[in-house]
């Protein structure tokens, strides 16, 4: 049984910066790809970055590329979503998810939340202006 804990979440400053870590366990995670997505209050769950675990690519959504980095350590098992130059709009749930991708690996899924098949339950993070 494959379970996402994160942790990091909470109470910043816009400009400030924040570490989001998840802890994956239940699985060998080498042929997964792992996400964070967020949800802001009243709106739809958006992706934010993913990265597949067996060699490090990376993905972000455009609204965070050049402030958000994801990496993941092996020994680990976790993965962490470094976020600096935070701003109100940033507010919101994140949550980490993980799918198995079984050789197949494309661009057009790693942004697509059904595509996933496990989630943690959740940090919220919260930018004050």
């Known amino acids: 049984q494959v379970q996402l804990v994160e942790s990091g979440g909470g109470l910043v400053q816009a400009g400030g910066s924040l570490r989001l870590s998840c802890i994956a366990s239940?699985?060998?995670?080498?042929?997964?790809?792992m996400g964070w997505f967020r949800q802001p209050p009243g709106k739809e769950r958006e992706f934010v970055s993913s990265i597949t675990w067996s060699d490090g690519r990376t993905y972000y959504a455009d609204s965070v590329k050049g402030r958000f980095t994801i990496s993941r350590d092996n020994g680990k098992n976790t993965l962490y979503l470094q976020m600096s130059a935070l701003k109100p709009d940033d507010a919101a749930v994140y949550y980490c998810?993980?799918?198995?991708?079984?050789?197949?690996?494309?661009?057009?899924?790693?942004?697509?939340?059904?595509?996933?098949?496990?989630w943690g339950q959740g940090t919220q993070v919260t930018v004050s202006t």
């Open positions: 239940g699985r060998t995670f080498s042929t997964y790809v």
């Open positions: 998810a993980a799918y198995a991708a079984r050789g197949y690996y494309s661009s057009a899924d790693y942004s697509n939340p059904r595509r996933y098949e496990y």
